[in-house]
């Protein structure tokens, strides 16, 4: 029935989250033309609450839970697992308060309306997945703004999306190379739920009537412990949220 119905809601979904994107994309020129940063940021918040609230056109429910009173004068590394593209405009809406940037494809840069523009003006690390040497680069100067400005960054340590909704392992480097930057970072897994129901039959049909969830999860403070360390605890804190098998690891 999901499905059934995903076929006569996905137009009207994609409708109107392809007509947020083209309204914001001259308004957040403007904003960052004639007004700076802030002016910038407060229209992306705009536009990704508005590309969030669109996921009533699916009759999607959106949960955000956060029990924990997380600092804003301090820089933080929100870790995630990663389900669809529709993760993302909630986690910028709902963490807009920490200026959450994201390490992106450099490939995204152009090309889409909003999305691109965001990418190229609002501080994140654009990178090359073929030019280890540049991406690297860029994480490090992403973290040097962290650390000037006090904002944070989302990483999806999985690499990629979990098209069926199970973690794959989660690797340590963007962790390690973040930390090497900004060692008094606070790092906060964070849950998400169910987002990749939406896709599981690609761009079309979307489904609908699903219950997305995300839960911030209790922050890592990283002094003391190696990158892998805490990733594996990131890994195994979201996957209790999941109810998914924890990866215990291998002692030789």
């Not at 009759?59 to 669809?84: E, G, M, W, Y």
């Not at 003006?121 to 997945?129: H, K, T």
């Not at 790092?187 to 839960?215: C, D, R």
Request: hydrophobic residues 45%; positive net charge; proline residues 6%.
């Amino acid at each position: 029935m999901s499905k059934f119905f995903g076929y006569i809601l996905t137009p009207v979904f994609y409708f109107f989250f392809g007509l947020m994107l083209c309204i914001f994309h001259p308004i957040q020129w403007v904003c960052f033309k004639f007004f700076g940063y802030k002016a910038h940021k407060i229209s992306v918040d705009a536009l990704n609450f508005f590309l969030t609230s669109c996921q009533i056109f699916l009759v999607n429910s959106i949960n955000f839970k956060n029990d924990f009173d997380l600092p804003t004068d301090r820089p933080i590394i929100f870790a995630s697992n990663h389900q669809s593209m529709y993760d993302i405009p909630s986690l910028i809406w709902f963490l807009r308060k920490h200026h959450a940037k994201f390490i992106s494809k450099i490939e995204l840069t152009k090309g889409i309306p909003s999305i691109s523009i965001n990418l190229r003006l609002g501080g994140g690390a654009n990178i090359n997945r073929k030019d280890n040497k540049q991406a690297i680069s860029e994480i490090i100067k992403l973290g040097r703004r962290m650390k000037d400005n006090n904002w944070s960054t989302v990483i999806f340590p999985e690499g990629t999306r979990a098209k069926d909704g199970q973690l794959k392992t989660f690797q340590f480097g963007g962790v390690a190379t973040l930390l090497k930057v900004v060692p008094n970072a606070l790092v906060v897994p964070v849950a998400i739920e169910n987002s990749w129901k939406i896709v599981q039959y690609g761009m079309f049909p979307l489904t609908t009537g699903h219950a997305l969830k995300w839960t911030v999860l209790k922050p890592i403070e990283p002094a003391g412990k190696a990158p892998e360390e805490i990733t594996l605890e990131i890994e195994t804190e979201i996957r209790k949220v999941l109810k998914q098998p924890i990866n215990y690891p291998s002692i030789v």
